[in-house]
């Protein structure tokens, strides 16, 4: 494919609206984990957490092919996103905790949700960009503004209807779930049985949601004592 033909541009396009699609996770995580922010840092945790976020996908696209060969790599990925699901949705506000330490965890969940959630798109990012690194980099860097700014409209809504941090940790777990029941080296054990593969991601979903509002009660009713 030679630089700026039409078939470049025709792929930028497809790569552009692949991003725009599958920001919409992206951007739940990043309001998620910048919501307990003080307002002044939580602009510039989604820019810096999307920014971590992107290179780190932008890599992983380019090495798609021997990334997708690591056995396990969704099962382990499943379960880490599965824990970071849990934990966005017990956190306690963090106002109260020193600045620095709460910006870089936010960040750092930021970089690692999206990374993990990231599995199953570079796949669509990699066929798309027909292995051409600067298509990626291009496709990606052209979604980070609507990344971002998709989180700060979400972390707006979060402040008016909390609901949709119940919604978001739901949207994490269900999406763990998938990556584990899709490692290839389980999901012939779903073969023909598809009730069995969506009663465990909807087990998944379900036990996350008990346990965070079970934590969330427990830390409620600490903070009442």
Known sequence: MELFSPEF???LG??????????????IVIGLAARNLPKNQQ????I??????????????????????????????????????YKLLTEESGHEVKAQT??????????VADAL?????????AGAANGHPLLVILGL???????????TIILKWMERFPVIITIGAAVLAFTAAKMITEEPFIEPFFHGNPALKYGLELLAVVAV?????????????????
């Open 43 to 46: 602009k510039k945790a989604i």
């Open 9 to 11: 541009w025709a792929a």
């Open 141 to 151: 860097l052209i979604s980070i503004p609507i990344v971002v700014w998709g989180s």
């Open 102 to 111: 709460t910006f870089g965890g936010a960040i750092w969940t930021i970089i």
């Open 117 to 125: 959630m990231g599995l199953d798109n570079v796949l669509a990012v």
């Open 209 to 225: 949601l008990f346990f965070g509002k079970m934590k969330q009660k427990k830390l409620h009713q600490q903070h009442q004592h």
């Open 14 to 27: 497809s790569l552009i609206i692949i991003d725009l699609v599958l920001a919409g996770d992206n951007a």
């Open 48 to 85: 810096w957490g999307t920014v971590g976020a992107i290179v780190i996908r932008a890599t992983a696209t380019i090495l798609v092919v021997y990334l997708l060969k690591v056995p396990g790599l969704r099962l382990i990925g499943g379960i880490l996103l599965l824990g970071i699901a």
